[in-house]
């Protein structure tokens, strides 16, 4: 049985941006308890599907929830009588909410648009510089500062490049002979070792040099990062343990030193579509805030790692326009 109840789709009356917020909760839930029996036990899932800033998403959850409260459902994780998805998508006329209500094998469906409350403006205290360093066809899954040269990380080579004349010219490049085949979508992280260098893959690890020529061998096994306490899960694109991000927040992010204060400051991409984008953060008492502007990007981020020095990071963009793979480095300055 499938049952849609639906509203037209225009903006919400316009009022105060917590009225706002609270007037949709309230006829959210009015919409859902019609869909339940009376004194009923559900279990509640939201998903954002579209770039809501976590704050107001988490305050519209607990007003959800106090409404549902008050109108005699109560949540519950354990043996509910019915599970309730919320999923906040956007169409041409702007954001809308998606209630789908699961009694057995019923599933019933109450829609409702959604304009939420306006983000106070905010000033931004550092601003992202991103510095183009390298594009190719190939996936490129880290780069490091060597010298005068920069090594890049590929799923099958390490490759030596140096400046000259202004421009990075490939000159020297050996062969992964990896223990197994990387997995699809890989991942890969470079460092450097009192030796030369290090690679760590979800198949193996790697060490080499680049003086006086560049020589690489792998072995089977996952190492644990020199920078950190983590390494991969054998075979897999996955750390452990993995770092927790927030709501909001893509799959990759990196520390790096607070150009503006002590400490550090996160960088963080953020899934819009098929586009990511970058934005830095303060993370204290277990909230991130925003610090900057938001840095749009040509496609989704493939990797985002801490650089060889502790004020950069390196990122690289799978550019869907050009079908390359652009390296750049991310610095943070202080705005003025």
């Known amino acids: 049985m499938l049952a849609l109840f639906c509203c037209s789709a225009l903006p919400l009356a316009s009022q105060s941006a917590r009225e706002t917020q609270t007037s949709a909760a309230d006829q959210l839930a009015a919409r859902i308890s019609s869909l339940l029996p009376r004194r009923s036990t559900v279990s509640l899932e939201l998903q954002s599907l579209t770039a809501v800033p976590p704050a107001e998403w988490l305050s519209f959850r607990s007003q959800l929830q106090d409404a549902l409260r008050q109108l005699g459902v109560a949540t519950a994780t354990t043996q509910p009588d019915s599970r309730v998805h919320v999923t906040l998508s956007e169409d041409s006329h702007g954001l809308l909410l998606v209630a789908e209500v699961f009694s057995g094998e019923n599933r019933q469906v109450a829609m409702l648009p959604w304009n939420p409350p306006a983000a106070a403006p905010q000033v931004s205290s550092i601003?992202?510089?991103?510095?183009?360093?390298?594009?190719?066809?190939?996936?490129?899954?880290?780069?490091?500062?060597?010298?005068?040269?920069?090594?890049?990380?590929?799923?099958?080579?390490?490759?030596?490049?140096?400046?000259?004349?202004?421009?990075?010219?490939?000159?020297?490049?050996?062969?992964?002979?990896?223990?197994?085949?990387?997995?699809?979508?890989?991942?890969?992280?470079?460092?450097?070792?009192?030796?030369?260098?290090?690679?760590y893959?979800?198949?193996?690890?790697?060490?080499?040099?680049?003086?006086?020529?560049?020589?690489?061998?792998?072995?089977?096994?996952?190492?644990?990062?020199?920078?950190?306490?983590?390494?991969w899960l054998a075979d897999r694109n996955v750390l452990e343990p993995e770092s927790t991000g927030f709501e909001g927040w893509g799959s990759d992010s990196?520390?790096?030193?607070?150009?503006?204060?002590?400490?550090?400051?996160?960088?963080?991409?953020?899934?819009?579509?098929?586009?990511?984008?970058?934005?830095?953060?303060?993370?204290?008492?277990?909230?991130?805030?925003?610090?900057?502007?938001?840095?749009?990007?040509?496609?989704?981020?493939?990797?985002?790692?801490?650089?060889?020095?502790?004020?950069?990071?390196?990122?690289?963009?799978?550019?869907?326009?050009t079908g390359e793979y652009e390296a750049s480095r991310l610095g943070l300055a202080c705005s003025q």
């Not at 890969?188 to 070792?193: A, D, F, P, S, V």
């Not at 008492?285 to 990007?297: D, T």
């Not at 981020?301 to 650089?307: E, K, S």
Request: aromatic content about 4%; hydrophobic content about 40%.
């Open 127 to 199: 601003r992202i510089i991103n510095t183009a360093l390298l594009s190719q066809s190939e996936p490129i899954l880290d780069i490091l500062m060597v010298d005068s040269g920069m090594l890049i990380l590929d799923s099958h080579q390490v490759a030596d490049y140096q400046a000259m004349e202004g421009k990075w010219r490939l000159v020297a490049a050996a062969v992964l002979s990896l223990p197994r085949p990387m997995p699809r979508d890989p991942r890969g992280r470079l460092e450097k070792t009192a030796d030369g260098f290090r690679a």
């Open 201 to 231: 893959l979800p198949v193996g690890t790697c060490d080499g040099t680049w003086q006086p020529g560049l020589k690489v061998q792998c072995a089977n096994g996952n190492a644990q990062w020199q920078s950190a306490p983590v390494h």
């Open 254 to 321: 990196a520390s790096v030193a607070d150009p503006c204060g002590s400490g550090t400051v996160v960088l963080a991409s953020s899934p819009n579509n098929e586009h990511d984008s970058v934005r830095a953060y303060k993370v204290a008492n277990g909230e991130a805030s925003a610090l900057s502007g938001v840095l749009a990007l040509p496609g989704p981020v493939t990797a985002l790692w801490p650089a060889d020095s502790e004020r950069d990071a390196t990122l690289v963009v799978h550019n869907l326009q």
